[in-house]
């Protein structure tokens, strides 16, 4: 199959918003990390994932948002432009269920976007719980980038509120100082990884092809299915793991 032909429907810096048109009344949003090359913005990423695409197509309508400065939704173009790309899809075509996913920087982008616009599910693996200076003790993995952060919007990443379901995913290895901290909820399925760090996490769930399950199920609703998924991927659930 050829790559897809992405729309830009919204270019405001730093932010990007290019879409995907599909089939169908659902809508995922991909938000992007920080990527591989720090001289260009993010591309776009989880592209099979949030279309659902096969070789009949795409089932369904996805955005990819960018953010140039990496910002972890701090810069206040955030909302803005989250709240344009929505209307400019829903203007084209109703929308009845929406799912967010991202990784790292895009988990995060992702959880505070439930904030903003009316998500029904988010996808967010290796979140970090705080990027602010001081807050998670040692942690500078990020630190180019965050030191250029002028002001934090957030101490700490927000868990959506309910009824939208979210789903953090972390890696044990290296990440569970950014996971522990994050509050439990009921609208929250917290899973961890024993045998993955951060960087490992969405690589090993594409590999295994259950991270296009996970979104299936989470669009569903089929939280029994999604957990199925995810452990027979090695997840375990954070209320039964012990470090």
């Known amino acids: 199959m050829s790559d897809p032909a992405f729309e830009r429907i919204y270019a405001r810096a730093p932010f990007t918003v290019d879409f995907l048109d599909g089939a169908g009344s659902d809508l995922v949003i991909s938000f992007a990390s920080i990527g591989h090359d720090p001289s260009r913005p993010p591309a776009p990423e989880f592209v099979a994932t949030a279309t659902g695409r096969g070789t009949s197509g795409f089932p369904r309508r996805a955005l990819f948002i960018s ?6 939704a701090n810069d206040p173009g955030f909302a803005p432009a989250l709240r344009a790309a ?4 829903t203007r084209r ?8 996913i991202g990784l790292s920087m895009g988990a995060v982008s992702a959880l505070v976007a439930a ?7 988010v996808l967010a693996l290796s979140p970090q719980v705080s990027v602010k200076p001081g807050v998670v003790p040692g942690e500078t993995r990020w630190s180019e980038w965050t030191s250029r952060i ?11 509120p309910a009824p939208c379901w979210a789903i953090l995913c972390h890696g044990a290895h290296d ?3 950014q996971a522990m901290p994050f509050a439990r909820a009921e609208n929250v399925d917290h899973l961890i990884f024993p045998d993955l760090g951060h960087s490992e996490l969405g690589p090993h769930l594409k590999a ?12 569903a609703g089929d939280r029994r ?13 954070r209320e039964k793991f012990s470090p």
């Open 150 to 160: 002028d002001h934090f919007v957030r101490e700490t990443t927000p868990l959506p």
């Open 67 to 72: 953010d140039e400065s990496r910002s972890w």
């Open 93 to 100: 075509r109703p929308v009845t269920r929406i799912a967010a």
């Open 175 to 177: 990440d569970l100082d």
């Open 225 to 237: 299915r999604l957990l199925r998924i995810a452990s027979a991927a090695g997840a375990v659930r």
């Open 115 to 121: 904030e903003v616009i009316p998500i029904d599910v």
């Open 86 to 89: 929505l209307a400019e899809v």
């Open 208 to 219: 295994r092809g259950g991270l296009s399950g996970l979104m299936e199920a989470a669009l």
